[in-house]
């Protein structure tokens, strides 16, 4: 088949959105379909006020048709809810064609928390987006449930995978740390921003070492609060991997993330997770009844970095290996819209195949 993705969130951005559609588009092309991914780095793009790592495409409307058209996909989904998502559900909406969507992000949560902007006004924009998709795509259960209580129709079930290959157990790192920080080693990786609550974890007396990685508006603000904490910036690839597969304990404070891609990351590497008992982290570890030997949670957080110390790093890797991207990728193309494009909106592209064949 060929598809169209479009999404607002593409490298260098590091979040758990970029990494999962990466994952996933890498997963269709070895199946066999051709991907067409729409990004900002397409566009003339300025900086998100607040958060200028995050790049805006400016009026994208006509590109983006033009795209769209070229690729003559066999189905579209748009994966956020930013100018070019906005862009491209305009766009089939008004000539007809079906596209389906996915809820990656809490909007109405993190725009109130930046600007405060009431939540009921955030999830008003968010039904009317989503309203006329096919499917609206969501990673767990209670997602799905708390989205129809909130008027989204009827969501479906997309999970989520990680590479088990990347992100395996190196057991030679835990000999020493690779920075060398006093053990046991404490660490998060993700977005540095307010929504993450990261302050929540670097306040907690802890034995050891704190190490953050990733980027974002909160960084300077968090290393002169805490300098005792380390800061490694942005890691990718293999760094990435390794500094999961070094640390004794992933922390991850987020009360607001629908899912929590890095905490599979973590587990992958045999590193025990700890968090609080909410939507995202309580949603992976309760995937099967084995869950709670690979992580803990706990409304104290500090007892659940010490209970996920004293857990089995076998056991957080044995657990990591339920999820599976080949199954997600599956169930991803299940839940597409799968339609030819209507003969209006796909005319410009058979008019360029004939001229070619002519």
Partial sequence: MRIVIVSDAAPPQVNGVVRTLQQLTANLKGMGHEV???TPDLFTTVPMPTYP???LALFPGRKIARMIRDANPNAIHIATEGPLGIAARRFCVRKGIPFSTSFHTRFAEYLNARTGIPLSWGYAFLRRFHAKATAL?????????????????????WSRGVDTELYRPRPELMEAHPQGLARPVFLNVGRVAVEKNIDAFLELDLPGSKMIVGDGPRLDYLKKKFPDAHFAGSLFGEELAAAYAAADVFVFPSKTDTFGLVLIEAMAAG???????????????AFTPDGMKAG??????????????????????????????DACAK????????????????????????????
């Fill in 296 to 325: 803990a949670l706990d409304d104290d957080l500090k007892a659940a970095c010490l209970n996920a110390l004293k857990l089995n790093r076998e056991d957080a890797r044995a657990y990591a290996m339920n999820f599976a991207w």
């Fill in 331 to 358: 169930q991803f193309i299940t839940n597409l819209a799968l339609e030819e494009m209507p003969e209006e909106a796909a005319a410009p592209v058979q008019r360029q195949t004939a001229e070619a064949a002519v």
């Fill in 53 to 55: 790592e995050i790049r």
């Fill in 36 to 38: 067409t991914f729409i």
């Fill in 271 to 285: 590193t025990p997770v700890a968090g609080y008992p909410v939507q995202g982290p309580g949603d992976v570890l």
């Fill in 137 to 157: 795509m969501v990673a767990t259960p209670s997602l799905q449930a708390e989205l129809k209580e909130r008027g989204f129709g009827e969501p479906v079930i």
